[in-house]
């Protein structure tokens, strides 16, 4: 009977990927990433070299390292027994720590990866829908969602891991596909584009979205003009209408989900400047007279009465002079989402 040595070798499933920053070290990436030191960066990607690292790599930063102990073997019987390490990361948010609970599923065995376009190592399989900037990637399980991935990876905003993976079915989420690897980070942070006004614009933006906006916000399923007016300053929701003319008017009828629309302008608005001098909101209520200095919006269902009123008081007949177009004093022709006159000059 011949003793000997069996070697022990270590196998790496790993659940996440990354792509450091320029100027990180081993020693900053395991940190950034809550690895608790060096060596576990190092167990999670055999063959690193520290404490500089190749930026134009992924590594591994969250996984399963198994080692399979060396034993005593003899040339009638053999056996190893294995060890297996979970190391996971620690993100800390505003208000608490979550850590992504271990899995029972592991990812494929064998991991290849592609270098595309952009220079950057991205695992396979890769999910459908990936965007070609990506630069940061993660493991998906069986059983997760696009709201935990998203949580559990930054955190990110749904929407953007949602923009970044368009082949898991949109904010459903209904064609996540478990055992491939989706984006979390791409290069630059976001795919803005670059307006004409120099304000970098989300993608994929409202229909009818005025070309001075400088301020943005992303359109949930089950979203209202009303509530995205509310919730972002809050604003006028005919000012919302009228910065995404797509939307339908003030019904809202046309609002699209998973779209970023405008909630602010350069400048706050877009005035007309008539020859008195006076900023004139837009669009203005036909026959306004011209030496009109204030202005209230027209909503559905206003009178001319109501309008007066509240607006003051002026007179009805007052504003029906300054309004000529209203039609009145039956007010039958006062037009809704438009400016009237309820002030003149002197």
């Not at 064609?175 to 970098?200: D, F, R, W």
């Not at 614009?201 to 359109?219: L, R």
């Not at 009228?242 to 608005?269: D, K, M, S």
């Amino acid at each position: 009977m011949v003793a000997g040595r069996v070697l022990s070798r270590r196998a790496v499933t790993c659940l996440i990927f990354a792509v450091p920053d320029s100027s990180a070290t081993c020693e900053s990436f395991a940190d950034d990433w809550g690895l608790s030191s060096v060596d576990e960066l190092k167990r999670l990607n055999p063959g690193i070299t520290c404490p500089d690292l190749d930026t134009s790599k992924t590594y591994c930063v969250a996984g399963t390292v198994t080692d399979d102990q060396p034993t005593t073997t003899s040339t009638q019987s053999s056996s190893a027994s294995q060890t297996s390490t979970t190391i996971r990361t620690t993100i800390t948010t505003q208000s608490s720590t979550a850590t992504r609970p271990p899995t029972t599923t592991s990812a494929p065995p064998t991991t290849t990866t592609t270098r595309p376009g952009n220079g950057i190592t991205t695992p396979t399989p890769a999910h459908p829908g990936m965007v070609s900037n990506c630069n940061k990637f993660a493991y998906v399980n069986p059983g997760d969602t696009c709201d935990n991935l998203a949580f559990f990876n930054g955190p990110i905003a749904t929407e953007d891991l949602i923009l970044w993976n368009t082949g898991v079915g949109g904010r459903e989420c209904r064609s996540l596909q478990a055992n491939t690897y989706v984006c979390i980070g791409v290069i630059g942070g976001s795919t803005p584009t670059q307006t004409g006004n120099g304000i970098a614009t989300p993608v994929p933006t409202h229909p009818g979205m005025v070309s001075n906006c400088n301020k943005f916000t992303y359109v949930n399923p089950g979203d209202t003009c009303d509530n995205l007016a509310f919730f972002n300053g809050p604003i006028a929701t005919e000012d919302f209408v009228l910065w995404n003319t797509g939307v339908g008017g003030r019904e809202c009828r046309g609002l699209q989900a998973h779209t970023y629309v405008c909630v602010g302008v350069i400048g706050g608005g877009t005035p007309t400047q008539p020859g008195n001098g006076i900023a004139t909101p837009y669009p203005p209520h036909p026959g306004m007279v011209s030496n009109c200095n204030k202005f209230t919006r027209v909503n559905p269902g206003d009178t001319c009465d109501n309008i007066a009123f509240f607006n003051g008081p002026i007179s009805t007949e007052n504003f029906v002079l300054w309004n000529a177009g209203v039609g009145g004093r039956e007010c039958w022709n006062l037009q809704a989402n438009t400016y009237a006159c309820v002030g003149v000059i002197g």
